[in-house]
C-alpha cells in the first residue's frame, strides 16, 4: 500500500518497506539458528561459513535496506527519494514536470530494481517508470497495480496543469515582451501600436503627471491604476467634462504623444472602426 497525503501546495507518496524489512531481518535471523539447530554447537554455528554469510549480510540489511521510498510533487518538479533503515537518504533526485514525458508501470522476475537493495533471494519487482528527456527512473518495488493507477492519475494531472500553466505564462511574458519594445518605436507609430493594444487587451494603466492623464498599455508606474477599457470609455472620453484635458499616450521617460481626450476618443474609434470595415 501507499500513503498519500497533501499539504498546501505540495503532494506526498511513500512507499513503506518496513514490514518486509522485518519479514527478512526475521528469515534470516531464523537461517542462522537452524544451522545452531542442526550442529548442537555454538562455535561451529559461529564459525560456518554459511553462518557467517548471513550474519554479515543481516548486518548490512539492517542497515542499509530502503526503508521506505517517497515523491514529493512541487510547483514545478518532484522529487524522488529512498531513505535507508539507518535513516540517511540513499538517493534524491529532482525531476522538472516539463521534463516528463511518459509514465509506465513496469513488472520483471530476475533482474528488477538493481537500484535498491533486494529484500528477497527470488525477485519480482512491480514498480513505477518515469521517463524523461534525459532518463528514466524507478519508484518502488512492489507496487499494487491500483496504487500505480494512483500515482500515475496525480502525477499525470500535475504535469497537464502544469504545462498548460507554463503555456498561459509564455504567452502572457512574450505579450509583455511585445508591448515593452513598443516603447522604444518613435512617437506616432508608439501611439498607433499603443492604441491597438489597448483595445486588443481590453484595458490600460492610467495615471496623472501634473496636469497631464497618463496612458500607458503596461504598469509603468506605482501610481498607474489599472482599468477596463470600456470602463474607461465611459468614464473619460464619453464625458464632455474631460474633452480637452491632455493626455501623454506612450510616455518612455523621455517623451509621449500628447493628445486632448478628445482627440484620444476619435483615434481610438477610427481604428476599431477600420478593424470592422476589414473584418
Known sequence: MIEITKEKDEIEIVKSYKKIIKYS???MIFVILLFSFITFK?????FNPLSIMFFIYFIIFSFFAIS???ITIKENYILLEAIRNNKSI????????????KIYFKSSFWG???????YSIVTFDRYLKIETTEKTYSFGKEIDYEDYLKINKILIDKVREYKAEKIILDKERNREEELEAMYNLGIEERYIEILNAIIDEEKLFISKKEENFLIDTINKSKDSQERDFYVFYVDYLSKKEYENKKVLVGYNGVDGKEVTMSKLKEDINKLRDDRSTFK
Open 42 to 46: 555454538l562455535s561451529e554455528m559461529i
Open 68 to 70: 521506505y521510498e517517497k
Open 112 to 118: 528488477g530494481r538493481l537500484d535498491l537493495l533486494t
Open 90 to 101: 540513499c538517493y534524491s533526485q529532482k525531476i522538472f514536470l516539463d521534463e516528463i514525458n
Open 25 to 27: 531481518q526475521a528469515f
